[in-house]
């Protein structure tokens, strides 16, 4: 097949074939015809429609009036193999910006599947990755160099690990055991290579156990566990990103506590030092966790510093406890003697020296059995001042106040119907299946809108960024500094010189639909996008 764009000049594949039988020559396939003579972007504009008769004997005729754009049988389609491929629609065109970027993988890959790939269907999106899983698992694209495949499973990861849709990241997940277990090994891929390869989708994985989705979050801990286990990439390069601080959109309890949930399984097993993790930036990540001001954190932070402590003993780790108050000095000292190991030598403070001598255990049995099991009540008495040795009635006034409420976002998260719930704006409907859930997310949530520029269906809250980073019509929009808005290039220079726009708050968010600012954080996304009034511009709630 040619590479680059020159297939924008060729004729459809349907009349070469009609063309060579005038001649009396044999025709091609049809996948081979397809592949020799890719489909101009007018003949496919819009959705052919299916002869129904022709789907019943198993052959799919797309046409666009009366002219054969393509047609396939179930044994020679380009995505043969994948479950009810006879029901898939066509892909839309390649727009000449997509087709560019795209050159390496049609050129490795073939261009029906890239379209698919591409596609804002979903379905084809997901057909398209478990076409290559299939070709890899039966030895294919033996004609391509091993390393330009494995670089192009790459990039279909990276790209596919962003995707909204669960169906099509758990399936990139897959794709991507694949790659290190079987693809990376068998192409002789060495360990500095393998990483640079690894690190330019590890950041899109690492966000992803912060995902609502449970499904999306198991796949994301175990991708990330495989890795670490995989001697091509290791431990090292996984806590990296693992320990990076959070982006400002990902404020949540969540992906805090996913991230020091997998720490802790990764210390167990990779330990410390040069081939494991490092023990600074590692207790420096719990102790900041451990002051949280969740309590389901705080007690992710405190499993990983239990984790950590056999490893090391105390005296390595009195740097990182100096800070601490004394009542959170006393839950890691429990914590270390139901390990069987010596209380932690670390002081804290010198205004705490003294009430942390005067309890150098838990007071009581009963609280140093629910200090092993590290709960929510247990963690949050570290707000409570601890009391003198001889004034026990003024802390049991305190101890029933309750501390701040978790946010309205953490108990839908926490939501054991999660599957029956959407993820961006917190509707249950114990009717959702990833059929209607797809039409949910398609038509109604009130928290997602479709692209003006290319279609896709995508978080208001992210627009102004996909619009700069992600759309495939990127190149065509610039960030204005003032307003920090994406404006089309066109309206770049007048926007900036006409200065009519609000500046940016660094303290709200700004509304790409209606332009104003709205309230900080998630809440105040919500409520303007699904309280009263409402956005103005919102297409779903006016």
């Known amino acids: ?144 160099s091993t390393k330009e495949v494995v670089s192009g499973v790459c990039t279909l990861i990276r790209k596919a690990a962003v995707d909204k849709i669960a169906q099509v990241f758990l399936q990139s997940m897959a794709l991507l055991g694949m790659l290190v277990e079987d693809c990376m090994p068998a192409a002789g891929i060495k360990k500095t290579e393998a990483q640079v390869h690894v690190d330019s989708f590890l ?129 890691l000292n429990a914590g270390f003697e139901s390990l069987g190991s010596q209380p932690a030598a670390a002081e804290p403070s010198p205004s705490a020296a003294a009430p942390a001598k005067a309890a150098p255990k838990p007071p009581a049995p009963a609280a140093k059995k629910t200090t092993k099991a590290a709960p929510k009540m247990e963690v949050e008495e570290e707000d409570v001042a601890p009391p003198p040795k001889k004034a026990a009635a003024p802390p049991k006034k305190k101890a029933p106040a309750p501390p701040p409420p978790a946010p309205a976002v953490e108990q839908v998260e926490e939501d054991p119907d999660n599957e029956f719930t959407c993820q961006f704006c917190g509707k249950y409907d114990p009717n959702f299946n990833d059929e209607n859930m797809d039409m949910h997310f398609w038509k109604d949530c009130p928290m997602l809108c479709s692209c003006a520029q290319c279609g896709q269906v995508i978080e208001i809250t992210t627009l102004n960024h996909h619009l700069l980073q992600e759309c495939e019509k990127q190149h065509e929009h610039k960030e204005c500094p003032r307003c920090k808005e994406a404006v089309h290039v066109q309206d770049i220079d007048a926007h900036v010189a006409a200065a009519m726009c609000k500046p940016a708050n660094p303290k709200a968010n700004r509304c790409p639909l209606c332009h104003n600012d709205v309230g900080v954080g998630e809440k105040g996304w919500k409520a303007h996008l699904m309280g009263e009034p409402g956005c103005p511009h919102h297409e779903r709630t006016r």
Not at 44 to 69: C, F, L, Q, W
Not at 107 to 129: D, H, M, P, T
Not at 269 to 286: R, Y
């Open 203 to 331: 950041p899109a994985v690492v966000d992803r156990v912060g995902d609502s989705n449970a499904r999306n979050r198991d796949a994301a801990c175990n991708a990330l566990l495989a890795l670490s286990r995989s001697s091509l990439v290791g431990p090292s390069l996984v806590s990296q990103h693992l320990l990076r601080p959070l982006k400002k959109k990902q404020s949540g309890v969540r992906p805090l506590q996913s991230r020091l949930e997998i720490l802790s399984l990764m210390v167990p097993e990779f330990k410390l030092g040069a081939s494991g993790l490092a023990l600074e930036p590692l207790m420096t990540f719990a102790i900041d966790g451990f002051k949280n001001a969740n309590g389901d954190v705080r007690n992710a932070a405190l499993k990983l510093i239990l984790a950590v402590y056999p490893l090391v003993g105390p005296k390595k780790l009195e740097p990182f406890l100096s800070d601490l108050r004394p009542a959170q000095i006393e839950m």
């Open 1 to 144: 097949m040619a590479p680059g764009l020159d297939y924008l000049e060729q004729p459809l594949p349907g009349a070469a074939a009609a063309a060579a039988a005038a001649e009396g020559v044999e025709p091609q396939d049809a996948q081979s015809a397809y592949d020799a003579q890719p489909i101009t972007g007018k003949a496919m504009r819009r959705a052919p429609s299916v002869d129904p008769a022709e789907h019943e004997s198993g052959i799919t005729n797309y046409r666009k009036s009366d002219s054969i754009v393509m047609e396939f049988t179930p044994e020679n389609h380009p995505l043969k193999g994948v479950p009810k491929v006879e029901d898939l629609p066509p892909p839309e065109p390649l727009t000449l910006a997509v087709a560019k970027e795209a050159e390496p993988l049609i050129s490795i890959f073939g261009e029906y599947l890239v379209q698919c790939f591409y596609s804002k269907v979903w379905n084809l999106r997901e057909a398209a990755l478990q076409k290559v899983k299939l070709e890899l698992e039966q030895q294919g694209y033996q004609e391509q």
